[in-house]
């Protein structure tokens, strides 16, 4: 990779090649784009921002559900010293929620959003910023006068400020400046011996580091041909990633966790629609906890295809480091640590057992750090460990930002006196390299995303649901699941039919604003405290855990047992609903009136029935509208009018 001062110098180097990107946007709906026309692109749409009276060190808020577009805008800002500001649009009210946090924390920031998003926000949310101010697609079209980059933006100006996604926390910005971000795509182009004739394929998001600066920035700063799909269409067609893999000779690619499984559940027992994955090096795993089963299975199932063992690359990085943190060697197979469980505290020398063991956890092996990046393990007292010993995971290097973007309270509670970065993540160092055993404080974590429970007990008390205090959120992650099972323990001390009710808003609440879906809602007679006050929620997981609850959970299942309907008594379109409800999620009882969201469904289970229903009738509804019609019922009705 050529040495860049900024990601400006990258753009106009891979403008003078042959390479481009491709977008995908569904299945025989695709388009390419050089390197050289991006760079003209990008010049035009400056010349629009300019014209509009953005200026260099505004910011521009890219809440944008449009790939093509996101990327020319973003470039644009770059080349005009404008600081580009990424946020997922998302479908809940907490993607909107969390967007006026955003623009409420920035100094002169614009916001890049489609006249559909702009409707679905509040009054409150919509006067944070002036008119003038908000910028629609059809506005950034060309006006007929190119851009004037600017001259002095330095490597130590921020080129984009990340905030932290996927969870309902007060969003914190991660601040990364042209030299972190560069130091860091050379550590990874370095780890992975990247070339020009390497392809790569990502259906990351773009408001995510691993979409934008995994598979956009480093395959531009290293002029390699990259494929780009739009989360959304992985959501709903999973298969169309490893096809176009396929199709592409794709040579690298990537997924969390949960992208693996939701692939292989939506491959099932069906031969996937792939002539060969030989041409594919490295599948970076990372983002989130890697599962050991989770790989094997994936490997397993596609190893006909051509998939080599070899290619699976465990990864650890974050937003925090300008991405990658420790990359394992990828010439090597992946490897793995059996431990007994009860050896991970902080201070604890880790104890290797079999897998046999009734307390065997297996863990990945995430590598060494990359070049420009350091590792430490510390005890909480920030005291250098020795390898084998686990404790607190901190970085420092060109990489790691500087601070978060106007907080003062994070950057004094995860910077050290001597500049080190805590990751808030625990694990150790082992001969092969850095092991991530978990999170330091209590963040649930499911489908990719952390959700801090203190921020998940405010929402239900927002709405009414408990007080303060009496509401407690949880997770706990049974061996063989790859997401954290949430748990909420109320203080009720009534009769459990009056606490019905109860059970079905807090599953209707978090799962619309949040799109997590809840385990169990517990009654509690006590909620346990330390003597400040402090609440002690590993005591009632404990108690859930020892099977405390166990009669309460027996007869909430009795009484919210549903009767089955017969498709007799169902008209066509209900009959066809109720038979996508139940191939989608096979668990859960369903009624003609049972509330999608009481009961529970997950945002990736959402998105695959509005798919099949999609399929069925083409058109005819949006994702969103499923969220203003909760029920077979309801969506049958607004099916029949709309095909009416």
Not at 512 to 537: F, W, Y
Request: glycine content about 8%.
């Amino acid at each position: 990779m050529q040495t860049f001062t900024l990601l400006s110098d990258a753009l106009e180097l891979a403008a003078k090649g042959t390479h481009h990107i491709g977008y995908i946007e569904a299945q025989g709906k695709e388009h390419t784009l050089s390197y050289t026309q991006l760079h003209s692109d990008a010049t035009d749409a400056l010349g629009t921002l300019q014209a509009k009276g953005v200026q260099q060190g505004d910011e521009v808020v890219l809440f944008i559900n449009n790939n093509p577009l996101f990327i020319k805008i973003f470039w644009a800002c770059l080349l005009g010293g404008i600081v580009p500001v990424p946020v997922a649009v998302g479908i809940s009210a907490e993607h909107r929620s969390k967007l006026g946090k955003i623009l409420t924390k920035l100094e002169s920031p614009w916001l890049l959003i489609d006249d559909k998003d702009l409707g679905r926000l509040s009054d409150n949310q919509n006067t944070l910023l002036a008119t003038e101010r908000i910028l629609s697609p059809q506005a950034v079209e060309y006006v007929g006068e190119p851009g004037v980059p600017a001259t002095s933006v330095t490597a130590n100006d921020t080129a984009f400020i990340q905030f932290s996604s996927g969870s309902t926390s007060d969003p914190k910005g991660v601040v990364l400046t042209h030299s972190n971000l560069l130091t860091n795509i050379n550590g990874i182009s370095n780890a992975v011996d990247l070339v020009e004739d390497d392809i790569s394929l990502s259906w990351m998001p773009l408001t995510h580091d691993m979409g934008l600066i995994g598979f956009h920035l480093t395959m531009l700063c290293s002029s390699v041909t990259h494929y780009i799909m739009p989360t959304e269409v992985f959501s709903r067609r999973p298969l169309l990633w490893l096809e176009m893999a396929s199709k592409k000779s794709a040579t690298m690619t990537c997924s969390p966790n949960f992208g693996y499984k939701h692939y292989l559940r939506a491959l099932g027992d069906k031969e996937p629609k792939i002539d060969s994955l030989a041409s594919l090096r490295l599948i970076f795993n990372g983002a989130e906890p890697i599962s050991v089963d989770l790989i094997e299975q994936f490997l397993n199932r596609l190893a006909p295809y051509g998939l080599r063992p070899e290619s699976m690359n465990t990864v650890y990085g974050l937003a925090e480091a300008s991405l990658a943190v420790a990359f394992p060697s990828h010439a090597e197979l992946w490897k793995q640590l059996t431990v007994d469980r009860r050896s991970l505290g902080v201070g604890d020398s880790i104890k290797q057992v079999q897998g046999s063991s009734q307390h065997a956890v297996s863990f990945v092996i995430e590598g060494q750090a990359v070049d420009g990046c350091k590792i430490r393990i510390t005890d909480h007292d920030n005291q250098l460990l020795a390898n084998g010993i686990v404790g607190r995971i901190q970085i420092s290097g060109g990489n790691v930002m500087s601070g978060y973007y106007k907080d003062e309270q994070s950057n004094a509670t995860s910077i050290t006196a001597d500049g080190w970065v805590d990751t808030g993540d625990l694990g150790f160092m082992s001969e092969h390299g850095l092991v991530v055993t978990g999170r330091n404080k209590e963040i649930i974590f499911a489908q990719g995303l952390n959700y801090y429970p203190h921020d998940l007990e405010a929402l239900l008390i927002e709405n009414g649901v408990s007080e303060l205090g009496k509401v407690i959120a949880t997770g706990y992650r049974p061996v063989s699941q790859d997401d954290d099972e949430v748990i909420l323990f109320i203080l009720f001390r009534k009769d459990i039919d009056e606490f019905l009710p109860i059970v079905s808003d807090c599953r209707r609440i978090l799962n619309e604003q949040t799109g997590l879906a809840v385990t169990h809602v517990i009654p509690v007679r006590r909620v346990p405290k330390t003597t400040s006050g402090k609440v002690q929620r590993r005591l009632l997981l404990n108690d859930y855990l020892a099977g405390e609850h166990g009669e309460y959970l027996q007869r909430y299942q009795e009484l919210t047992n549903v009767e089955t309907v017969s498709s007799a008594e169902l008209d066509p379109i209900e009959a066809k609903l109720m038979g996508i409800v139940n191939q989608v999620i096979p668990d859960i009882a369903f009624s003609l009136d049972t509330n999608f969201f009481d009961a529970g469904i997950s945002s990736l289970a959402l998105a695959e029935i509005h798919q099949k229903i999609d399929d069925q009738w083409p058109g005819k509804i949006d994702i969103v509208d499923l969220f203003d019609h909760q029920t077979i019922s309801d969506v049958a009705s607004f099916i029949e009018n709309a095909t009416d």
